[in-house]
């Protein structure tokens, strides 16, 4: 009963977390091969070129994205600002491959994205990226440790690795003592960083992150922010992060600006 609930929620945690809605458990197949940084790339880990994005919506065309052209250094945290409507999530989005541009590239660790197959992107999301939303997104019926080693188990690791990994994270985000917690008894900022602890349990080469702090106080959202900061300086994490607060892109390298679906700084 419990093997066959996890089942479920491992079917729509993938979901949500790939935007997929065919489920392959337990991926045995060997990793997309990922060259590590050269210095003739200059240790670009994203690199976007002349991306745009446009929806359609009736009759109307929405130019979400209309030409936007990014780089993103390996072991950067980077801002990325911008009026309501501009384009923030469109572009996380293509950036950290939930979806496909009209036209442009996304490069990822020298890897064209736009040549992979949806079951490629997929397996790379899994493998590669994480994931860190405005809403936490967690698994209302999971407590911290399984909400966290969810994506550890897709990715075909035993349970004591993937028990040993959950836990290892859960402490270094300040959860050490709550593993068993339901998301329920835990306060928005708890809730955000066992969000945090999934994303970055499999030591993802980029953490992207949609207005994190959205729902938190000023308080919560700076622990979360230097939490960010921590994996940023002590692991060489490469963060983007969409924010429209001047002081959470304050903890960033450097910023992004958008407007209009185009990037003007
Ligand atoms: P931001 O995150 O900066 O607030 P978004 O990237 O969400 O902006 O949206 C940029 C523009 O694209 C907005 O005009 C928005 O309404 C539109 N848009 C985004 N996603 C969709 C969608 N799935 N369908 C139609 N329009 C969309
Ligand atoms: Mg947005």
Redesign the pocket.
């Known amino acids: 009963m419990v093997n066959e609930m996890k089942n479920e929620v491992k079917n729509e945690m993938k979901s949500e977390i790939t935007g997929e809605s065919k489920i392959v458990t337990n991926t045995t197949e060997p990793e997309i091969e990922v060259k590590t940084a050269t210095e003739e790339t200059g240790d670009i880990i994203i690199e976007g070129t002349d991306i745009v994005?446009t929806?359609?919506?009736g009759e109307v065309q929405?130019?979400?994205?209309r030409g936007v052209s990014v780089k993103i250094r390996r072991g950067e945290f980077v801002a990325i600002m911008?009026?309501?409507?501009?384009?923030?999530?469109?572009?996380?989005?293509q950036l950290g491959l939930l979806d496909t541009p009209n036209s442009g590239k996304v490069i990822i660790d020298e890897i064209d994205t736009s040549r992979m197959s949806d079951k490629e992107k997929g397996k790379f999301r899994l493998h590669n990226l994480g994931y860190v939303f405005q809403d936490y997104a967690l698994l209302p019926e999971l407590d911290a440790s399984e909400n966290v080693y969810i994506s550890l188990m897709m990715q075909g690791k035993t349970k004591e690795e993937y028990e040993a990994a959950a836990s290892e994270i859960l402490k270094a985000v300040g959860l050490g003592d709550r593993l068993h917690q339901l998301p329920s008894k835990m306060s928005g900022g708890q809730q955000q960083r066992v969000s945090i602890a999934r994303a970055l349990a499999h030591n993802p080469r980029v953490l992207f992150a949609?207005?994190p702090c959205a729902n938190l106080d000023s308080q919560t959202s700076k622990e979360v922010l230097d939490l960010f900061k921590k994996f940023n300086k002590e692991k060489g994490q490469t963060i983007v992060m969409?924010t429209?607060e001047e002081w959470h892109a304050a903890y960033a390298d450097r910023v992004i600006r958008?407007r209009d679906?185009v990037n003007i700084e």
């Open positions: 994005r929806f359609k919506m929405v130019r979400a994205l911008g009026p309501s409507g501009s384009g923030k999530t469109t572009l996380l989005n949609d207005e969409v429209h958008l679906g």
